[in-house]
């Protein structure tokens, strides 16, 4: 299913968007730190990925993760589309919303609750993330992809560690409940 995302990625970023230059030249390398996210993550239950782009990280570690129901948010009405077609294509596990993080909250069921959250380079954290406390499980988790270990505070969750990946670092954060 890697080939199949790979393909539909490649193929569709002929017409619209999805990735930019860098990560098209080096798209294994990208495929190959979701991956590698999966593994140090291993997803299971619900899992949001906010700002879902052209499906890094979140579409390698849902097909690397079965066991995970990944809900996919993504306001940009081309990459929604590519996104259900790839979700579609590869039979994944996965929801895809097409709108702002606030409005997709309003519309999750009120018991569903995220073991993880994933984003990779999406504004600014601190701005965002606050949101989600009250839709994570107790103990839940935030990952986020970045440049770089560092990170600031962020209301709500508690600062992990972090793990060193090919191209960047993903940064944990703990929820925390007020």
């Not at 097909?63 to 259900?84: G, M, T, Y």
């Not at 994944?92 to 380079?121: C, H, K, M, W």
């Not at 600014?124 to 600031?152: C, D, I, K, N, Y």
């Amino acid at each position: 299913m890697i080939e199949v995302y790979k393909r539909e990625l490649l193929a569709w970023n002929e017409k619209i968007n999805l990735i930019g230059p860098e990560a098209r030249a080096n798209i294994d390398a990208h495929i190959a730190e979701a991956l590698e996210a999966a593994d140090i993550l291993k997803p299971v239950r619900e899992v949001l990925d906010f700002g879902s782009g052209g499906g890094l990280p979140a579409l390698p570690m849902a097909i690397a993760s079965p066991k995970a129901r990944f809900h996919l948010v993504e306001a940009d009405k081309k990459k929604w589309a590519f996104l259900k077609h790839v979700v579609r294509e590869c039979r994944l596990n996965s929801v895809v919303y097409g709108d702002r993080l606030a409005r997709v909250l309003t519309q999750i069921p009120p018991e569903l609750r995220f073991s993880l959250v994933t984003s990779r380079a999406v504004g600014s954290p601190h701005e965002w993330l606050p949101s989600l406390a009250p839709f994570m499980e107790e103990g839940g988790r935030a990952a986020l992809v970045q440049a770089t270990a560092g990170a600031a505070e962020i209301e709500h969750f508690r600062k992990g560690e972090a793990h060193k990946l090919r191209r960047g670092y993903l940064v944990m954060f703990h929820v925390e409940r007020a």
